[in-house]
C-alpha cells in the first residue's frame, strides 16, 4: 500500500538536523588529531656506575730483552758455523763457533800486554757483576718480604689498593733486575773466559791450537750474521743469541699520548695470536722523540714505550722475537666512575650538555664531564645515576619537546 504523500512544510526529524554538525565536529576532530604533535622516537641509554678504563691503543713489536751479539775476539780462519735460528743452547757448554789460528800467529810484547789488561780488566768486571748481582738479590728479598707484608695489611684493611699495587710493582721490577744481574754475570765470565784464551793464543811457543766460542748465556739462537767458512777479523758478528721467554714490547705512540703514560702502567697486548690478552707493565718512555710520515703523508713525533711482559712463558709459548702486537696502555681507570655514553654529550655556548628523557618530555641538562675513552665518558655533575639520556639527539630534539625512547644498550 503506498506511503501517504509528506506535506510539503513538514520539518525535517531533530536526529537528522544534527548530523551535518556531527560531521562537521568528527572531521574537526580528525584534523586537531592530526595536526596534534607526536612524540619523538629518539634511542636512551641509562647513566651507570662501573668501572671506567681509559688507554693509549696503538701497534708494539716484541723484543728479547737480553740479547748478546756474540764476535770474534781475534782474527783468524772461522769454520763453517752449522747452528740455525732457534737452536737452543746452555751457558758455557755450547760451542757457536771454532777460530782456527795459523802457525806463527803470536801477539807481540805490545799486544801481549794488552791483551793480559784485558783479562785482568775481565776479571773485575765478573767481580763487579757478582756483587750486582748480589745486592739486586738482596732488593728483591726485600720487595717480597714487604709485598708479603702488604697483602696481609690489605686484607685488614689496614692500607689502600693503590700501597699494595705499588708494593707489586717494586717486586715485579727487582725481580726483573734480579734477572738481568744473572745475565750479566754470566756475559761477564763469557768475555773473561774469552780474553784469557786470547791471551793463551798469543804466548810464544803456545801450541796454535783453535780458539772456542761458547754460548755466553741460556737461551736461544736468534739470528746468525755469518755461516760460511771464510777468514775474519777481530770484532767481526757472528751470531745473535738470547733468551727467547724473556720478551719486552716495544709500542709506538704518538708523542702527545706519551706524556700520559707513566712507568708501571698496565698495558693490555691484544691481537697477538692467542685466545686471551697478554699483561705486560711500562718500564720506560724513551725521552726522545722521532719523526715518523704516516700513511696519509702527516709527519708525526712519535715516541718509544718500553713494557715488560708479566704473563708467564706458558701462556704465550709461541710468542717469538720481533713479534706485532696490539698494545692497549692504561693512563687512568677508575672501578666506580658515574658515566654515560659519549655519543649523548654535545657542545653548544662553551658549556657540555645532554639532554634527559624524563617524564615523556625532553629535558636540557648542563654536566661536567671527566675522563673519556671515545665511547663512555666520566659525569662529575649534571647526571644522576638510572637516568636515562638521549643518545645522539638531532635538531628537532628541544627543551619539553614530547619524546617516545627506545632504549638501546650502550657500549
Same mark, same amino acid.
Given at each position: ?12 526529524a ?15 576532530g ?12 629518539v ?5 651507570t ?5 681509559v ?6 713489536m716484541?723484543?728479547?730483552r737480553?740479547r748478546?751479539?756474540?764476535?770474534s775476539?781475534a782474527g ?20 757457536l763457533?771454532?777460530?782456527e ?15 793480559e789488561?784485558?783479562?785482568?780488566? !775481565?776479571?773485575?768486571? @765478573?767481580?763487579? *757483576?757478582?756483587a /750486582?748481582?748480589e =745486592? %739486586? +738479590? ?5 720487595? &717480597? $718480604? ?19 699495587? !705499588?708494593?707489586?710493582? @717494586?717486586?715485579? *721490577?727487582?725481580? /726483573?733486575?734480579l =734477572? %738481568? +744481574? ?5 756475559? &761477564? $765470565?763469557?768475555e773473561l773466559?774469552q ?13 796454535p791450537e783453535p780458539l772456542?766460542i ?5 737461551g736461544?739462537?736468534? =739470528?746468525?750474521?755469518q755461516e ?5 777479523p ?14 719486552e ?21 691484544e ?7 697478554l699483561?705486560a ?17 702527516v709527519?708525526?713525533?712519535?715516541v ?22 696490539e ?7 677508575n ?11 654535545f657542545?653548544?655556548?662553551g658549556?657540555t ?9 625532553a ?11 671515545g665511547l ?22 628541544a627543551?619539553?619537546?614530547a ?9
Open positions: 500500500m503506498p506511503s501517504p504523500a509528506r506535506p510539503a512544510n513538514a520539518r525535517p531533530p536526529g537528522r538536523r544534527l548530523l551535518p554538525w556531527l560531521g562537521l565536529a568528527a572531521l574537526a580528525a584534523v586537531a588529531v592530526g595536526l596534534w604533535p607526536r612524540p619523538l622516537p634511542e636512551t641509554a641509562p647513566v656506575r662501573g668501572p671506567l678504563v688507554t693509549v691503543d696503538d701497534e708494539g716484541t723484543r728479547v737480553h748478546h751479539v756474540i764476535t775476539p783468524g780462519q772461522l769454520r763453517r758455523i752449522d747452528w740455525k735460528a732457534g737452536a737452543e743452547v746452555v751457558a758455557g757448554k755450547t760451542v763457533a771454532v777460530l789460528a795459523a802457525p806463527g800467529d803470536f801477539l807481540d810484547a805490545r799486544l801481549q800486554a794488552q791483551a789488561a784485558r783479562v785482568r780488566a !775481565a776479571g773485575a768486571a @765478573r767481580e763487579a *757483576a757478582a /750486582q748481582r =745486592r %739486586a +738479590a738482596a732488593a728483591e728479598r726485600l720487595a &717480597a $718480604t714487604e709485598l708479603t707484608r702488604a697483602r696481609r695489611l690489605r686484607e685488614e684493611r689496614v692500607i689502600s689498593p693503590q700501597e699494595l699495587e !705499588a708494593a707489586q710493582l @717494586r717486586a715485579e *721490577a727487582t725481580a /726483573q733486575e =734477572r %738481568a +744481574a744473572g745475565f750479566a754475570v754470566q756475559v &761477564a $765470565t763469557f773466559q780474553a784469557e784464551a786470547v791471551a793463551a793464543r798469543g804466548t810464544p811457543g803456545a801450541p772456542v761458547t754460548a755466553p748465556v741460556n736461544r739462537i736468534l =739470528r746468525v750474521f760460511s767458512a771464510r777468514v775474519v777481530a770484532g767481526f758478528p757472528l751470531l745473535e743469541v738470547g733468551d727467547a721467554t724473556d720478551l714490547v716495544r709500542i709506538e705512540v704518538l708523542s702527545r699520548d706519551g706524556v700520559a703514560v707513566r712507568p708501571g702502567a698496565r698495558v693490555l697486548l691481537q697477538w695470536g692467542g685466545p686471551e690478552p699483561e707493565r711500562v718500564r720506560l718512555v724513551e725521552p726522545s722523540a722521532f719523526t715518523k710520515i704516516s700513511a696519509l703523508g709527519e708525526e713525533q712519535r718509544y714505550v718500553v713494557a715488560d711482559l708479566t704473563d708467564p712463558p706458558e701462556r704465550r709459548p709461541t710468542l717469538g722475537d720481533s713479534y706485532r702486537v698494545a692497549r696502555i692504561v693512563v687512568w681507570e672501578p666506580a666512575a658515574l658515566q654515560a655514553p659519549a655519543g649523548a654529550l657542545r653548544r655556548q658549556a650538555q645532554a639532554y634527559v628523557a624524563a617524564d615523556g618530555r629535558r636540557l641538562r648542563t654536566v661536567r664531564p671527566g675522563r673519556g675513552n663512555r665518558t666520566e659525569i662529575l655533575e649534571g647526571l644522576r645515576e638510572g637516568e636515562q639520556v638521549i643518545v645522539y639527539p638531532g635538531d628537532q630534539v627543551e619539553g619537546r619524546v617516545r625512547g627506545l632504549t638501546v644498550t650502550a657500549p
